[in-house]
């Protein structure tokens, strides 16, 4: 288990500096996810704790310890690839014992931590196979078992899910949750699948072209999310933003303008004025038929409908603006329809002009 500290780490490859200054301090035994859009350095990051990569400035810690300079080998780190990397021609059990063998371990040690693996993952029927007679699921679980015999300190994943179907991606997430309920060791794992990164992780880091926009717990993001990237990254489906403006400002609280209703909330007022637009987001699954406990409201036109029986999915527009709905399966709205939603004060989330979010919203707790 160990501990990991990002200090202003700053990647260039050649001229181009793609990663601008990281700071980060993982805790031992947490479960950390990177997620962002494609090409936002989630790799590159990975690549970095691992070593696959040299860091152009900074400074990089695991366990207090230094590693700038360390070769990947010595740093105590497995990494597992999103294109599991087997070796065609090595059973399951010669491809789990492959690094230690190379280390030289002795053969009772091999075996036992191999045995370990394979109970913990399920392979223990299929040790004598070669990857090409596994199943998508089970080479990533070779893939796996092939980090843990390392007994690493800090399990690196990049993407190890994306090439699985849709049910074994459920499977194998779960199977990666109990694996780091029963290790305790520091995992970073990167996806862009959100549900990924809120069922995973104790800590959620959200990168943006090469720097980090906001860490937080999932329910942190979720609540309270600093800026209008983060709300439309975290939540699936995703956020949905109206235009609103600041009509005025009062102690701790503002009145604005939207949909043609004045409604008064509590924000940030040192980072408003009147006059200026903001965004309002209010989430698919707060945007509900209208009752009588809304204070707001809404017409939306129903575009295109999916009704999957427990939950229905409106996807319509409200002046311009693409809506989504998440309303109960009981809701049989079809397309062409036009439903009148409302949403509670309390479930609005607003972002100034610049983005930032202009609340401290509260974060429910247990
Ligand atoms: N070896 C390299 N040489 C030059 N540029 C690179 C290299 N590796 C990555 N990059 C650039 O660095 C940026 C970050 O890439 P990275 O692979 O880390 O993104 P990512 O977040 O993992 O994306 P994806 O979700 O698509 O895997 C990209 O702009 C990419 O083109
Ligand atoms: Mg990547």
């Known amino acids: 288990m160990a501990t990991i500290k990002l200090k202003n780490v700053i990647k260039r490859f050649g001229d181009i500096e793609t990663i601008h200054g990281v700071d980060l301090d993982l805790k031992d035994g947490e479960f950390v996810v990177f997620v962002g859009p494609s090409g936002c350095g989630k790799s590159t990051l990975l690549r970095l704790i691992a070593g696959l990569e040299e860091i152009s400035d900074g400074d990089l810690y695991i366990d207090e310890a230094n590693v700038n300079n360390v070769a990947p080998a010595d740093r105590g780190v497995a990494m597992v690839f999103q294109s599991y990397a087997l070796y065609p021609h090595m059973t399951v059990e010669e491809n789990m014992s492959f690094g230690l063998r190379m280390t030289g371990a002795a053969p009772e040690l091999i075996k036992e931590r191999v045995s370990h693996a394979a109970n913990i993952l399920q392979l223990e029927p299929l040790l004598d196979r070669k990857p090409k007679q596994l199943s998508g699921g089970q080479r990533q679980r070779v893939a796996i078992g092939r980090a843990i015999v390392r007994e690493p300190k800090v399990f690196l994943f990049d993407e190890p899910l994306s090439n699985l179907d849709a049910e074994l991606r459920v499977d194998m997430r779960i199977q990666i949750a ?26 959620i880091v959200v990168l943006r072209a090469g720097n980090v926009e906001q860490v937080g717990s999932p ?24 235009d609103a ?3 005025s400002v009062e102690t701790d609280a503002v009145t604005i303008d939207i949909a043609g209703q004045s409604l008064s909330l509590p924000a940030k007022t040192e980072l408003c004025k009147v006059g200026d637009s903001i965004k309002v987001g209010i989430r698919p699954e707060h945007l509900v038929e209208h009752n009588k406990e809304c204070e707001f409201e809404i017409d939306v036109l129903v575009d295109v409908a999916e009704h999957l029986g427990g939950v229905s999915f409106l996807y319509g527009s409200y002046q311009g603006h693409d809506l989504t709905l998440e309303a109960p399966g009981k809701n049989l709205s079809k397309s062409g329809d036009t439903v009148k939603v409302g949403a509670k004060l309390s479930d609005f989330y607003l972002f100034n002009s610049e983005g930032l979010s202009l609340q401290n919203r509260e974060v429910p707790t247990r």
């Open 245 to 247: 403006s600041i009509k």
């Open 219 to 242: 329910m942190e993001l979720y609540h309270n999310p600093a800026n209008e990237f983060v709300a439309g990254f975290i939540g699936s489906p995703k956020i949905n933003f109206l």
């Open 178 to 203: 109990k694996l780091h309920q029963q290790l305790s060791a520091t995992m970073i794992y990167v996806t862009h699948d959100q549900v990924e990164a809120m069922t995973l992780a104790d800590k």
